[in-house]
């Protein structure tokens, strides 16, 4: 089997697996329209208080906020992707049997989650964005081009995304419990991303410094190129860089961790 | 019915009493943990925080306001999150079949799921709420009369039990649904995270939802106009700021009918 067929292979299970939860599924739909709506009034308010807050003006940030919840899941902004298997494998010491594949580790658990960010996006990302773009008023582009490197963004969010969550996961190696790990996730993914306010509306020095952080690559970053408020160079520039620094300390963490690997009896 | 309470809030006691001594096994993890707990609610604060480093009203509300509003909701919501947020735990039970184990129990299955892997961490979001509360209490330039003093803790008690008649509500619900038991944070979560923002700043058909249908903006959006002397939401009548403890008699009563219907309709896995 081909290379590049093995890790289609896997992306094509992770997509399958998150697939198979159809309730669970039309229930995140639900909450994520639910959270969308709420999150659209108070921005309608702030906006109306002061116009182009952050360089948007209504529309925008009414996107803004749809463009999130649609992103919330295929990026596993809080968590809950392919890092929570990943956690409990190293605790329970299935990562053994996943050591011994004939396979990446870095890439099998890349691939998986991909698949997986693909299904989120499909089902349960479009759904709210559409209710969305149906009752408010919405800032999408019209030109293909835009759509196009807005997908470009999108791809590199979900490989920052995913080396954030990675390296992350492999602290359990030290840590044997993940409970604290996806708690920090958690906290620091919403905040960081700017789940709940966009990072250019975030004031002073700390603002500089939250929108250059690796979470910025995430929902802020693919949003501004879908807004057309930033040039595509250097949208994509900072992506990429954070994706391959993120998923080298990946590499590095994961040769430490598996040099001193010691899976439990039983 | 007196008798059958009295057995349920026993078993809860022993249960959360038995779920305590486990956390306490593992102290540094169980500080860590309401640590974080802390702070992820504090972050729902610093949120606001944000927005009104940038503007000086929401919707027309200063942000001592708007901390008051937040107090009253994270504080009653944290309250119902400490005594019966591991609800969602029903739904693994009801999937992986050890739910029977409940069933033959000889104690109330609601007293026995509610205290369900209870989490003393959740104290977190109390005390977080609570914090913020007590400023806003100070800062909001409220006009106290004796009558505003008694409707805060009489407020703060009936959002906790509409709060906690949404959980009771929502586990019945997965007897439905199991797996969609992410449908019940809608109503949870996102009622907590819209009760923190003024009424004003939502549309008129959206605030008649939640008062009329779902009367989350009992909780907090009707009392706390009365509190701080602005006009009610929707020109409810000048009653309405008292009517928070009924609203929650009656939630509760609708909520324990539902239990009572999901438990009958429940099928066991059989495996």
Redesign the interface.
């Known amino acids: 089997m081909g290379v590049g067929r093995l890790y289609t292979a896997v992306a094509a299970g992770g997509f399958r697996r998150y697939a198979t939860y159809r309730a669970a599924t039309a229930a995140g739909v639900f909450t994520n329209t639910a959270f969308g709506i709420i999150l659209v009034y108070t921005y309608l308010a702030l906006w109306d208080e002061k116009p182009h807050l952050g360089g948007y003006d209504q529309a925008q940030a009414v996107t803004y906020v749809w463009l999130g919840q649609c992103l919330f899941a295929t990026l596993a902004i809080s968590g809950g992707g392919v890092e929570k298997d990943l956690m409990e494998r190293i605790r329970t010491g299935a990562i053994a049997i996943d050591l011994y594949r004939p396979a990446d580790l870095q890439l099998w658990w890349l691939s998986t989650d991909l698949g997986r960010s693909l299904f989120q996006l499909l089902g349960r990302g479009v759904i709210p964005f559409l209710v969305g773009a149906v009752f408010f008023p919405m800032a999408l582009p019209v030109d293909a081009g835009t759509w196009a490197a807005f997908l470009v963004a999108l791809l590199l969010a979900m490989l920052v995304s995913f080396g954030i969550r990675y390296l992350l996961a492999l602290s359990v190696f030290w840590l044997l419990d993940g409970m604290g790990v996806s708690q920090v996730l958690a906290i620091t993914g919403i905040f960081f991303s700017g789940m709940s306010l966009p990072l250019n509306v975030f004031p002073g020095a700390f603002g500089e410094v939250v929108r250059f952080l690796p979470w910025a690559a995430q929902l802020q970053v693919p949003a501004d190129v879908l807004l057309g408020e930033t040039g595509l160079t250097r949208a994509f520039a900072f992506q990429a860089a954070w994706a391959a620094a993120l998923l080298t300390a990946g590499r590095l963490l994961q040769s430490a961790a598996t040099r001193r690997v010691v899976v439990q009896g039983g | 019915m007196g008798e059958r309470a009295r057995e349920g809030l026993r078993a809860y006691r022993l249960i959360a009493a038995m779920w305590m001594r486990s956390t306490m096994m593992y102290r540094t993890?169980f500080a860590?943990?309401m640590a974080?707990n802390l702070?992820?609610t504090g972050?729902?604060f610093?949120?606001i925080l944000?927005?009104f480093?940038?503007?000086?009203?929401?919707?027309g509300w200063s942000l001592p306001e708007v901390a008051f509003l937040y107090g009253l909701s994270a504080t009653a919501f944290g309250f119902a999150d400490l005594v019966l947020g591991s609800m969602d735990v029903l739904g693994t039970r009801i999937r992986d079949g050890s739910f029977d184990m409940l069933l033959v129990r000889p104690a109330p299955v609601l007293a026995q799921i509610g205290a369900d892997h209870f989490a003393l961490r959740r104290l977190g979001r109390v005390v977080q709420g609570a914090v913020v509360l007590g400023w806003a209490l100070v800062s909001a330039g409220i006009d106290w009369t004796p009558a505003k003093v008694l409707l805060v803790p009489l407020m703060l008690g009936a959002g906790a039990a509409i709060f906690c008649a949404l959980f009771v509500a929502g586990a019945a619900f997965q007897f439905l649904?199991?797996?969609?038991?992410?449908?019940q944070?809608?109503?949870t979560y996102?009622g907590t995270?819209?009760l923190q923002?003024p009424p004003?700043?939502?549309?008129k058909d959206?605030v008649r939802g939640v008062t009329f249908l779902l009367p989350l903006a009992f909780v907090n959006w009707v009392p706390a106009a009365y509190v701080l002397g602005r006009p009610y939401p929707l020109r409810l009548p000048a009653w309405a700021a008292w009517s928070p403890p009924l609203v929650a008699v009656v939630c509760c009563a609708l909520a324990g009918l539902a239990w009572r219907a999901g438990l009958r309709a429940y099928r066991s896995t059989g495996s």
């Open positions: 993890s860590l943990t974080g702070l992820v972050l729902d610093a949120t944000l927005m480093s940038r503007v000086d009203s929401l919707g649904a199991q797996d969609a038991a992410e449908v944070n809608s109503f996102g995270t819209l923002y004003t700043v939502f549309g959206f």
